[in-house]
């Protein structure tokens, strides 16, 4: 129940593959620490014990489909994307003085946003692959190209997946509306807001733009929250 950042450090350091992801985290420039960290101790206690805990699920869930092969589609981008996607939404949580409740929420979310993608990769694999074609083809949005081939979308499938397994639902919503947060019921800054935003901003500065990435700003919900 109140476990000691020696302990979970530990724990990780017996893990190379938590180990490396720990560390790529921490030692990322948007952090801005001016020095290289290298042990799992200084690692834990500059990014929280909630951001572990998120980290581990992450990396767990990840694991499952880390062999799933698809042209124009690469598990490890997905996992770069939420681990960045991640740190700038508790970033603008934090600069909106939320809770750290809801800033770690917002971390988790962003982590897993695309976890649908992931789902659908790898047990529908044919027909994810028509979908990125019809991306690629008609210039379809990902989006629609699911919606056409699937009947349902990545956004969807994800948060329903995190719904079976008891997530908060303040993460599931998250997850379920982080395209198009104008649909959820939810009409006030919070997790689902910085997920949304903070996933835009990714594409935005990485440059990393899939084909057929929504990256617009859905501005009727920003507008809507003021």
Not at 49 to 56: C, F, G, I, T
Not at 117 to 145: C, I
Not at 146 to 157: D, I, P, R, S, T
Request: net charge negative.
């Amino acid at each position: 129940d109140n476990p000691s950042v020696e302990q979970i450090a530990t724990i990780v350091a017996k893990d190379p593959g938590m180990t490396v992801k720990m560390l790529q985290i921490v030692n990322a420039a948007s952090l801005g620490l001016g020095r290289r960290i290298t042990s799992p101790q200084e690692a834990v206690q500059q990014i929280g014990l909630s951001a572990v805990r998120s980290l581990a699920l992450s990396a767990h869930i990840f694991s499952c489909f880390e062999h799933t092969e698809l042209r124009g589609f690469a598990i490890s981008q997905v996992w770069d994307h939420g681990m960045r996607t991640a740190q700038l939404a508790r970033k603008i949580m934090e600069l909106e003085r939320a809770e750290l409740s809801l800033a770690e929420d917002a971390y988790t979310a962003a982590m897993l946003h695309d976890v649908g993608k992931l789902m659908l990769a790898n047990n529908l694999t044919e027909p994810f692959q028509r979908a990125l074609t019809l991306t690629k083809e008609q210039g379809l949005p990902f989006l629609d190209a699911e919606q056409k081939v699937f009947g349902a979308n990545h956004a969807g499938v994800g948060a329903y997946l995190l719904g079976l397994w008891g997530m908060p639902a303040i993460i599931v919503e998250a997850v379920a509306f982080h395209h198009q947060p104008s649909r959820a019921e939810t009409k006030s800054f919070g997790p689902l807001t910085a997920v949304h935003v903070a996933n835009v901003l990714e594409h935005e500065l990485s440059g990393f733009k899939p084909p057929g990435s929504q990256t617009a700003f859905d501005m009727e919900h920003l507008k809507a929250i003021g």
